[in-house]
């Protein structure tokens, strides 16, 4: 079997990976779930009556404690994620984004509750559980009350199936909803993490997405008359001058829609994305849309505008996962767009992003 040590090691000798001292120190814990994976089996859904008597074979979970890897943003989690997916040598596993996967749970809980089902997190589990053993998680972060009030049991319900988690955060356990309402009911959920998952912090002093080559300029700052008609000429030139009209994206039955667009290329100021109430959702569906999304006129952020600011976050989130080129004008350099404040904190890891997906080399369709 190979080991995300072995891979880890070869990437680093090909020159494709930088050889970093806390990543090393991590790899020991991914091959721990790797070899606890390979050697673990499905565990079977109760029936109702093994459930009322609590008869769960619990020999079958053994060797099944996951891996909690947080730390600042552009360490390697994620990369080192990569390799474990890659070593993992099961069918039956999969990485999401955790906005993008608690989409799915709430979705899935609704679909129970018009069933009629007593409990609607035990089928949304049994189905989860039923498709990864395996389950990786990018960028948990819980900041909706909805989430935080469920998530503990769900988790719980695929632990209890022998489901694997692993997840990165750029917070430790202690952090997540912190000041969140009523978070005195999330705190079992923080000691199940501890109890099911190794907590291991990732302190490498390097931020990997820094220091790329990038190609044309894709973000133009301040903004001004000369950065806006940079923005022009760009949609001139990619769409030859032809008409642009809106695109309609639909999302649960609502209509979203992106004020220009042009085959898949999209067009939109950053107040028609964030000063309306969308939500992860929409945001995927968006970057599901576009190859290439231009965002005009992003503001400086800060407390004054923190609910666009935060949708800002999610947005970027979406747009990073799905591979989506981004072009845009925006109000000074992603490093220095929120500076203080609530929220400056987690928006380390969008202005990260924001700069990495500079890069010549970025973009779904250049992947194709």
């Given at each position: 079997?190979?080991?995300v ?8 000798g ?23 994976v ?7 859904a ?8 609590g ?21 390697g ?18 990485r999401?984004?955790f ?6 749970i ?20 049994d ?14 972060q ?24 692993v ?8 952090e ?24 291991l ?20 700052s301040?903004?001004?008359?000369e ?31 992106i ?10 100021s ?31 952020l ?8 935060k949708?800002?976050?999610?947005l970027?989130d979406?747009?990073?996962?799905a ?8 109000a ?37």
């Amino acid at each position: 079997m190979t080991t995300v040590t072995a891979l880890y090691e070869s990437r680093v000798g090909s020159g494709q990976l930088k050889d970093d001292a806390a990543q090393r120190s991590a790899l020991p814990a991914f091959d721990a779930v790797l070899e606890s994976v390979a050697q673990s089996r499905p565990v079977q859904a109760r029936s109702g009556w093994r459930r009322w008597f609590g008869t769960e074979d619990e020999a079958q979970t053994e060797g099944t404690r996951g891996l909690y890897i947080w730390g600042g943003v552009g360490r390697g989690k994620s990369m080192l994620m990569d390799l474990l997916m890659e070593a993992a040598p099961i069918p039956d596993k999969r990485r999401v984004h955790f906005h993008e996967f608690m989409q799915e749970i709430h979705a899935g809980l609704n679909e129970a509750r018009k069933r009629g089902d007593r409990d609607a997190i035990r089928p949304v589990a049994d189905g989860v559980a039923a498709k990864a053993r395996l389950l990786c998680f990018d960028e948990m972060q819980i900041t909706d009350i909805a989430d935080a009030m469920i998530v503990g049991r769900l988790f719980e319900a695929l632990f209890s199936h022998g489901v694997c988690i692993v997840t990165t955060s750029n917070r430790a356990p202690e952090e997540l909803y912190k000041n969140g309402l009523n978070r005195h009911r999330f705190l079992p959920f923080i000691d199940l993490l501890h109890e099911k998952m190794e907590v291991l912090p990732l302190d490498s002093p390097h931020d990997h997405r820094q220091g790329r080559t990038t190609g044309e300029q894709v973000w133009f700052s301040p903004l001004n008359r000369e950065t806006r008609a940079d923005m022009e000429a760009i949609w001139t030139e990619l769409t030859d001058g032809q008409p642009t009209p809106p695109m309609t994206v639909e999302v649960h039955g609502r209509k979203v829609e992106i004020a220009q667009h042009l085959g898949r290329m999209g067009r939109a100021s950053f107040w028609d994305l964030c000063s309306r109430a969308l939500g992860a959702a929409d945001y995927l569906a968006i970057a599901n849309a576009v190859d290439l999304l231009m965002i005009d006129d992003i503001p400086q952020l800060s407390s004054s505008n923190f609910n666009e600011a935060k949708r800002f976050v999610t947005l970027v989130d979406a747009l990073y996962e799905a591979k989506v080129r981004v072009i845009a004008s925006a109000a000074a350099e992603p490093e220095r767009l929120y500076i203080e404040g609530e929220g400056s904190f987690e928006f380390e890891r969008t202005a990260s992003r924001l700069r990495e997906m500079q890069d010549a080399s970025w973009g779904r369709a250049k992947e194709s």
